[in-house]
């Protein structure tokens, strides 16, 4: 099983990259704040990895941090919430933060992260509180063609983090200005989400 790869940066779609390994290609699903801390595309990246694998599909996620990887696999202990919903918790927090709320039992600010109602949110302070300490000692595109354009690029990763279609595309064109990345987009439009 691997636990982390190190190797060139091919592309990044997000929330999908593609790391090249000694001539291996390996797709990987990432969380923003990981999107956000990579090089540009030939530049060399390490990731720290967690293989999940279900009935019928196998899936690879990256990680720059430790804490990161933690909280995903934290996050998917609690009843209700999968790897897709643990990718939009730290796309949408930063671990510190998360923790911040947990400790707080703030169930209002975890229900305005994407996929997560007042009863998972209940449940993620109940189950994680003993977990995640104060100080942030936690672990911190719909099928079918993605778009190559930054805003479509930017509505797909939203959708793929938990956004309605209609709730995305309303996100993107509220953060998007001339010339922003992809990335860029993202990041202001889970600002502007969370209403930070």
């Known amino acids: 099983m691997s636990g982390r790869l190190r190797g060139t940066l091919i592309a990044k779609r997000p929330p999908w990259v593609l790391i090249d390994v000694h001539g291996v290609g390996y797709e990987l699903e990432v969380p923003m704040s990981t999107l956000y801390d990579l090089p540009d595309s030939g530049g060399e990246v390490v990731l720290l990895t967690h293989y999940a694998q279900k009935e019928d599909t196998v899936a690879l996620y990256g990680f ?105 595309q309303r996100l993107v064109a509220a953060a998007a200005a001339d010339g922003d990345a992809a990335e860029t987009i993202i990041r202001k439009a889970l600002r502007a989400a969370l209403g930070r």
């Open 64 to 168: 720059l941090r430790e804490d990161e990887r933690r909280l995903f696999r934290d996050l998917q202990k609690v009843s209700g919430i999968g790897a897709r919903i643990a990718l939009a918790v730290l796309s949408g927090v930063s671990t510190n933060e998360f923790a911040r709320l947990v400790q707080a039992g703030d169930v209002t600010a975890l229900t305005r992260l994407p996929g997560i109602g007042k009863k998972t949110a209940e449940r993620i302070v109940v189950e994680l509180r003993d977990r995640i300490g104060a100080g942030g000692d936690a672990a911190r595109t719909p099928s079918g063609q993605v778009p190559r354009d930054a805003r479509g690029e930017a509505e797909a990763a939203l959708q793929q983090l938990g956004y309605k279609p209609a709730e995305a």
